[in-house]
């Protein structure tokens, strides 16, 4: 029986595997991953930077197992965000669930896109020279490297455009032709 990618009869071979092809990892902040496939205790997974959990005892497909070590008390993360906080001390490759994880109220920040960063000048003017196929200046009189604002699908820059009669076509300028 599958669901997706999760399969609940089969098991993972006992031995090392990739975390990629047995586990999710939803957000790069999270300290727990989902099991894609039912993992025996023993089975080692290779983390992108190479290190390598064991895992320490049965964890049925759809669960979580703990990619570090988390101190009772101390919040749990997936999807980038508390998910409950550790009612005993969690090791790497332990089974996270509702035998060492439990809920409770904390002060919540509700500040959006916090963490979103910059993408620097150089990358702007490469993907905006890329785009429109030519260099910056040939399209714009000004263009400020410093962002107005940023979110996380993209940032806004303040620019001048160079009439662009002979590259765009652009409402109100003189010299566009009506299409």
């Known amino acids: 029986m599958s669901a997706g990618n999760i399969d609940f009869f089969e098991f993972t ?22 099991a894609k496939a039912n993992l025996q205790a023993g089975t080692r997974l290779v983390l992108d930077d190479e290190r390598q959990i064991t895992v320490r005892g049965f964890i049925p497909a759809g669960h979580k197992i703990a990619l570090m070590g988390v101190a009772s008390g101390d919040p749990i993360r997936r999807y980038g965000q508390i998910i409950g906080f550790a009612t005993q001390a969690v090791q790497p490759g332990d089974h996270v669930h509702t035998h060492n994880l439990s809920v409770q109220d904390f002060n919540r920040d509700y500040a959006f896109g916090v963490d979103v960063k910059p993408v620097s000048y150089e990358d702007v003017v490469n993907i905006i020279e890329h785009e429109l196929g030519g260099k910056l200046n040939k399209f714009f009189k000004t263009f400020r490297p410093q962002p107005l604002g940023s979110a996380s699908i993209g940032q ?24």
């Open 156 to 179: 806004v820059h303040f620019a001048v455009q160079i009439c662009p009669c002979r590259e765009f076509a652009r409402p109100g300028c003189p010299k566009t032709k009506p299409q």
């Open 13 to 34: 071979p006992a031995g090392v595997s990739p975390l990629s092809d047995v586990a999710i990892q939803l957000h790069p902040q999270d300290q727990v991953v989902i």
